[in-house]
């Protein structure tokens, strides 16, 4: 196990900060699950108090990335954080932080565009396959709401799936979830046009089953925009409808 460092006094840090900050070092330079020590054991080589490093500790646990155990075997162990953990995180900032439903649709359009267009690099045949399985599923004839919802998920997991970019796919994930937790119903992209839609889902898959990249980003756009279109003319609807 690598060896646990005391804390370095910087001026101007928070011995607390500084203490977590230690021991957030120490977590990651060892394997997940490893145990780390016990309360005194830790202050000893840290060279901190109690209080201190169990206040950096409530930190690290906040992080997801502490596990404090009590009873035979207790200790201090490191562990990493969940996907979950990370979106409750991005979610809560947002909360704190509230973004507009614009914003989110306009990060949400860009990731969109920049995951299409990365998927159409994927080489991975089994799953061009998958996709192009999914394409034949967008028949707007036979879909209603809820069954394009769980088809949207099932796309969106297969392009994540081919695309293996944890940073790209966190963010992407944390801006779908807020920006379908705020969005109004009456511009779901879907209300009002479902064969436009499946027909640019199918088109987007093509180009990335073609392995145009390109093409992929440009049918995105494309269909992004009109997403945007309908919310602004819906927007624009209800300012008139609000209008003494």
């Known amino acids: 196990m690598a060896k646990l460092t005391k804390v370095s006094r910087r001026r101007g840090i928070n011995l607390v900060t500084a203490t977590a900050a230690t021991l957030r070092e120490h977590i990651f330079a060892c394997a997940p699950g490893t145990m780390l020590g016990s309360l005194h054991q830790l202050a000893r080589e840290l060279e901190v108090g109690i209080v201190t490093l169990q206040q950096a500790a409530r930190v690290l646990e906040h992080e997801g990335i502490l596990e404090v155990r009590r009873g035979p075997g207790g200790g201090y162990y490191g562990i990493r954080p969940d996907e979950a953990a990370l979106e409750r995180a991005m979610d809560a900032y947002l909360r704190v932080h509230p973004a507009t439903y614009d914003e989110a649709l306009d990060m949400t359009s860009l990731l969109f565009n920049e995951l299409v267009a990365a998927a159409a690099r994927c080489e991975d045949a089994a799953m061009r396959a998958k996709l192009a399985a999914i394409a034949d599923q967008f028949d707007e004839t036979r879909l209603d ?10 796309f969106q997991e297969l392009l994540f799936q081919m695309v293996r970019r944890p940073l790209f796919e966190m963010l992407t994930r944390v801006t779908l979830q807020y920006a379908t937790s705020h969005s109004v119903p009456s511009v779901h992209h879907v209300q009002n046009d479902v064969a436009r839609w499946c027909a640019g889902r199918r088109t987007i898959i093509a180009a990335i089953v073609s392995g145009d990249e390109a093409l992929a980003r440009f049918e995105a756009n494309r269909q992004n925009r ?14 008139k409808a609000d209008a003494p």
């Open 145 to 154: 709401y809820v069954t394009i919802g769980a088809l949207e998920i099932e």
């Open 226 to 239: 009109m997403i945007v279109r309908k919310h602004l003319e819906s927007a624009l609807a209800w300012e």
